[in-house]
């Protein structure tokens, strides 16, 4: 049994983001065999009692939260101290936005005191990565290794080519920039890079000198199981802030919507997570927005429909909404690329057609696809073997 501390500027709680429940399925995963430690970011600054954060995450053995820490140049002000600041920023600093603002001196002295007691501390965030091991040298590069959820510059690129003002676009384009130089960077400097996708380690490992394995993201169990009942209903979870989720969705309502509605005239999408566009998809018929819901009605509503949708087609890193639905049993269709880094045993169906996307939902509204649910039970069997190969 090895002490591991997990690094993340994400707490694990409540689950709201894909990131949140990698490392919550992670941890989950590592404490099987191991002891396991939490130190994150409470980024949302919310307030929880122990009781309810042990309730939640009883398989961390302690869990150490700071709370976040935005650095002055980021900070509210008048409108010109913050157009100052913003340019200054873009135009003189080298170093990415998102990674500057997840910098907190509370992990950094944390780990300073406390890092002798672990045989490996695993980094969830190149961002965390950079200052507490790359800008420091307390910590032995022995005991440490970054897990990259997906290629950041993959998806900074993406949002440059999905912006629609050029004001917008060319900001986004010098960032990515950064994001280009700094990631290279750190994946050379990285004493042990794991990738949750088998495509992200390929091109890691075919463009970038460094060392990089391969480790894939656990499925958390989900005590709610899915069961065929009819309801003409297809739902798809997004967070629609998010460029990519919406552009993914515009794509389904404008090629793929309309058709299924010809196959099955009682169909409906309904559409869950953070929604504020709502004017975009008023002139299509048969869609209820749900807004983000907490756990149980959420669940309600997959258990509610007959067909889960990921027609996302940018971004990067494995799709955990994807997981999800597995574990509960649903059937999956999804573009190739929102089901890129899932393992081809796990059931999900991966179209870019828009006339064989909307077939294969309508055999799946009539219960007429050759589906059967995944055992992940011998999936996350996989997954563990491959963390216990993790040698400190």
């Given at each position: 049994?090895?002490?591991?501390?997990i690094?993340?500027q994400e707490?694990?709680y409540?689950?709201?983001?894909?990131?949140?429940?990698s490392?919550y399925?992670?941890g989950l995963?590592?404490?099987?065999?191991?002891?396991?430690?939490?130190?994150?970011?409470?980024?949302?600054?919310?307030?929880?009692s122990?009781?309810?954060?042990?309730?939640?995450l009883?398989f961390?053995?302690q869990?150490?939260?700071?709370?976040?820490?935005?650095?002055?140049?980021?900070?509210?002000?008048s409108?010109?101290?913050?157009?100052f600041h913003?340019?200054?920023?873009?135009f003189?600093?080298?170093?990415?936005r998102?990674?500057?603002i997840?910098?907190?001196?509370?992990?950094?002295?944390?780990?300073?005191?406390?890092?002798?007691r672990?045989?490996l501390?695993?980094?969830?965030?190149?961002?965390?990565?950079?200052?507490?091991v790359?800008?420091?040298?307390?910590?032995?590069?022995?005991?440490?290794?970054l897990i990259?959820?997906n290629?950041?510059k993959?998806?900074?690129?993406?949002?440059v080519?999905?912006?629609?003002?050029?004001?917008?676009?060319f900001i986004?384009?010098?960032?990515?920039?950064?994001?280009?130089?700094?990631?290279?960077?750190?994946?050379?400097?990285?004493?042990?890079?794991?990738?949750?996708?088998?495509e992200?380690?390929n091109?890691?490992?075919?463009?970038i000198?460094?060392?990089?394995?391969?480790?894939?993201?656990?499925?958390?169990?989900?005590?709610?199981?899915?069961?065929?009942?009819?309801?003409?209903?297809?739902?798809?979870?997004?967070?629609?802030?998010?460029?990519?989720?919406?552009?993914?969705?515009?794509?389904?309502?404008?090629?793929?919507?309309?058709?299924?509605?010809?196959?099955?005239?009682n169909y409906?999408?309904?559409i869950?997570?953070?929604?504020?566009?709502?004017?975009s998809?008023?002139?299509?018929?048969?869609?209820?927005?749900?807004?983000?819901?907490?756990?149980?009605?959420f669940?309600?509503e997959f258990?509610?429909?007959?067909?889960?949708i990921?027609?996302?087609?940018?971004?990067?890193?494995v799709?955990i909404?994807?997981?999800?639905?597995?574990?509960?049993?649903?059937?999956?269709?999804?573009?190739?690329?929102?089901?890129?880094?899932?393992?081809?045993?796990?059931?999900?169906?991966?179209?870019?057609?828009?006339?064989?996307f909307?077939?294969?939902?309508?055999?799946?509204?009539?219960n007429?696809?050759k589906?059967?649910?995944?055992?992940?039970?011998?999936?996350?069997?996989?997954c563990?073997?491959k963390?216990?190969?993790?040698?400190?």
């Open positions: 049994m090895k002490n591991i501390l690094v993340s707490l694990p409540p689950l709201k983001t894909g990131g949140q429940v490392i399925a992670r995963g590592l404490s099987k065999n191991n002891c396991v430690d939490l130190c994150s970011v409470n980024l949302e600054n919310l307030e929880f122990n009781n309810e954060l042990k309730k939640n009883d961390f053995n869990i150490h939260i700071f709370s976040r820490e935005i650095p002055s140049l980021f900070q509210k002000g409108v010109f101290n913050s157009i913003f340019c200054i920023n873009l003189f600093q080298k170093i990415p998102g990674v500057q997840s910098q907190n001196n509370g992990i950094y002295e944390f780990l300073k005191l406390n890092h002798k672990y045989d501390i695993l980094f969830e965030n190149y961002n965390t990565f950079y200052q507490y790359l800008c420091s040298s307390f910590i032995p590069e022995n005991k440490v290794a990259t959820h290629i950041e993959k998806l900074a690129f993406d949002n080519k999905l912006a629609k003002n050029i004001v917008l676009k986004l384009y010098i960032e990515y920039k950064k994001i280009f130089a700094y990631e290279n960077m750190v994946y050379g400097l990285s004493p042990l890079t794991y990738s949750i996708s088998i992200d380690f091109i890691l490992n075919n463009n000198q460094g060392n990089f394995k391969y480790l894939p993201q656990h499925i958390r169990p989900i005590n709610y199981k899915w069961k065929y009942n009819g309801s003409n209903k297809v739902i798809f979870n997004a967070n629609l802030n998010f460029a990519p989720n919406l552009h993914g969705l515009l794509w389904y309502l404008e090629n793929v919507h309309l058709k299924v509605l010809a196959l099955e005239p409906s999408l309904v869950t997570g953070n929604v504020n566009r709502t004017k998809f008023d002139k299509f018929p048969n869609i209820q927005i749900t807004g983000f819901l907490k756990s149980e009605a669940f309600k258990l509610n429909a007959d067909v889960m990921n027609p996302v087609m940018k971004g990067a890193g799709k909404k994807v997981l999800d639905a597995i574990s509960i049993g649903i059937p999956v269709i999804s573009t190739k690329h929102s089901a890129s880094g899932i393992d081809k045993s796990l059931n999900v169906f991966r179209y870019d057609e828009p006339s064989k909307a077939e294969v939902i309508y055999k799946g509204l009539k007429d696809l589906f059967k649910a995944a055992d992940i039970r011998d999936y996350n069997m996989i563990n073997n963390l216990t190969d993790i040698n400190v």
